[in-house]
């Protein structure tokens, strides 16, 4: 079995990581319809506005992004050699599926609770498309990209139109100190009048800030030298202000966009991560009520057995049997009766906390007394090609795509902050008409701006720099060593990524010949039971009754042992089949869970999952990808 790349697959290997970098860990177009499980990877299929390079930078980093995920591959296989099991370990995997029995399969699905409640029979995925329908904590995850997406729209809201309009009234009544105020010094300066200004202002994506107003007045006082005495004025302005280096550009006021965009598919790959990691514990839930159920049915038969014992010696009294030997076999029976009801505990825990991570309501409202596993575990050998898992993984994990996110947002925000480094220098530019009319006559005044005025213009230039720019400075070393922490962090995420999958890979490979050699050791504490069962006339002869029940005894213990050592094996297996699914990235498609977007009964955005029935079309998927 592989832990490695090998050298003739990691071409291909490489083609699909790169081909799914590039496109931001995006699955092949022929892939990605929203009615394929692969789409629940896409953003889009969520997300309304996803990122997209618009700038030759941006085009550039996402190659060396992709550059660096090649040399990832290449430089963490070079020099590998093929890992190879052991004999052993290769002699139990070769050696085929176990055959199902009642024991281990059939009993479990036994009532085994005192309760009066309901007993409901459910099958893992059943389980799972509960959890997704009803599951509190999947629900917080779910609300998490849709909150990160509410900042594309406010920052898109950056360069929307704005309307304003404001008004007020004003009246003075002051001393005056000039003969020249009201034509009288002893007087007081008195007007009084009202301002209207309103109109329309805009950010363009260049950076140019747009203004087109429009000011009306109606103003009065007692100055001798106010011609005429009650004035209607009117004024229509158009404002014009483009930054030439700091803050100019469409890339620079675009960024803050594209980094809304990129943090909401981060929002989103957290989302895949968040609920990958609940569905896998689900799953170890799942199992470990499995392994509980039928733990508690070997010890009741443990138990049952032992009592036979007991009440054998009791009966002999001091025929052949010695107090000692019959205090050991109470001893034996109280002991594995408190397993027994330890083992009843253990089903409770393992099926509260299995309903506390589904939270479906049916299990208070049709009052369920037990929920019982229906789905037996996978009893036979499955061999995944290493090289295709660290290829999926590289392509699908959320965390790595999560990684590249923040890379590129650290760089967009190191440009943003170079440019604020530059001097403020802006171009301005105004022109206006306006008009005057007596009698308070501002709408007269109004219609005559645009008959018989001249328009009124200027231009100039804005400049500024701070002296020394430590902020600016600062704020640009700090957003620089972003970009340089946020590019380690994408290569430890692929490295932790890729142990991930060895670690899981590897226990896969190893888990099925530890359960089959744990299997051959239960048949084999089961012939030894049987023999010694049938050699009893014998036995008893050669070495007397009370020291066959005590071999009778040992026997027992020693199959039930074997048996609870291989239903943990089993159940280990099988976990380590559904957490190489998770290390890959790809449960999910697996599952054929698909993600939805509507609304709730507030018209609120709301993610909703669900469980398809598409496994032919998840098979027919993953072998166009490969």
Request: with cysteine.
């Amino acid at each position: 079995m592989k832990s490695h790349l090998s050298s003739q697959n990691l071409a291909g290997a490489l083609l699909l990581v790169t081909g799914l970098i590039v496109t931001g860990c995006k699955v092949p177009d022929d892939l990605s319809v929203l009615d394929s499980p692969d789409a629940v990877r896409l953003p889009a299929s969520l997300i309304g506005e996803t990122y997209e390079p618009k700038s030759k930078a941006e085009e550039e980093r996402d190659a060396t992004i992709a550059n660096d995920a090649e040399g990832f591959v290449r430089d963490s296989t070079a020099g590998q050699d093929e890992e190879k099991v052991s004999p052993v370990a290769e002699s139990f995997a070769k050696s085929g599926p176990i055959s199902r029995q009642t024991w281990w399969a059939g009993d479990v699905e036994r009532p085994v609770l005192a309760t009066t409640g309901k007993v409901v029979h459910m099958g893992l995925d059943e389980i799972y498309q509960r959890a997704l329908v009803h599951s509190s904590q999947i629900k917080v995850f779910a609300t998490l990209p849709l909150i990160r997406e509410t900042a594309i729209d406010e920052a898109e809201g950056e360069f929307d139109p704005e309307l304003y309009a404001q008004s007020r009234y004003d009246r003075t009544h002051e001393p005056t100190g000039s003969v020249l105020e009201t034509g009288d010094p002893n007087d007081f300066f008195k007007e009084r009048g009202w301002t209207f200004e309103g109109g329309v202002r805009k950010r363009f994506m260049p950076g140019t800030q747009l203004s087109l107003s429009q000011e009306l007045s109606a103003v009065t006082n007692n100055s001798e030298f106010f011609t005429p005495d009650d004035q209607g004025r009117a004024e229509l302005k158009l404002s014009v202000m483009q930054p030439l280096l700091r803050g100019a550009g469409a890339k620079y006021n675009r960024t803050l966009i594209q980094i809304a965009k990129l943090d909401a598919e981060a929002g989103y790959d957290e989302f895949i991560r968040q609920l990958e990691t609940h569905l896998m514990e689900v799953n170890r839930t799942y199992w470990a009520l499995y392994l509980a159920r039928a733990a508690y049915q070997e010890k009741k038969r443990l138990v049952a057995e032992t009592e036979g014992v007991v009440k054998e010696l009791e009966s002999r009294g001091n025929l052949d049997s010695i107090a000692s030997q019959r205090s050991r076999a109470r001893s034996a029976l109280a002991t594995r009766k408190a397993d027994l009801v330890r083992s009843e505990l253990a089903i409770k825990n393992a099926e509260s906390r299995l309903r506390t991570l589904v939270n479906d309501p049916m299990f208070v409202e049709q009052q369920v007394g037990e929920l019982i596993p229906a789905d037996p575990p996978l009893a036979a050998p499955i061999a995944p090609q290493f090289d295709q898992s660290v290829a999926e993984a590289l392509a699908f994990r959320p965390e790595i795509k999560q990684a590249e996110n923040h890379l590129r947002a650290a760089d967009l925000r190191e440009y943003m902050a170079k440019n604020e480094k530059l001097p403020t220098l802006n171009a301005i530019a105004e022109v206006g008409v306006s008009s005057l009319k007596g009698d308070g006559d501002w709408s007269g005044a109004y219609g005559d701006q645009y008959d018989d005025s001249e328009p009124t213009w200027g231009a100039g230039i804005i400049a500024s720099v701070p002296w020394g720019r430590k902020s600016a400075k600062a704020r640009h070393l700090r957003t620089e060593l972003e970009v340089r922490q946020k590019t380690d962090q994408l290569r430890s995420t692929m490295e932790t990524v890729l142990l991930e999958v060895q670690i899981a890979h590897r226990e896969v490979t190893t888990a099925w010949p530890d359960t089959k050699a744990k299997w051959e050791a239960a048949v084999a504490a089961e012939q030894e039971l049987s023999m010694l069962e049938d050699r009893r006339e014998v036995e008893s002869a050669e070495s007397g009754t009370s020291l066959y029940l005590e071999k009778l005894l040992d026997a027992q213990e020693r199959r039930a042992l074997a048996r609870d050592e291989f239903l943990r094996a089993l159940v280990v297996y099988n976990s380590a089949l559904t957490n190489l699914d998770r290390a890959k990235g790809t449960l999910l498609q697996e599952e054929g869970i698909g993600v939805r977007r509507v609304e709730d009964e507030q018209e609120l955005p709301l993610v909703q999952l669900v469980k398809q029935e598409v496994a032919d079309q998840t098979v027919r998927n993953y072998e166009l990808q490969k």
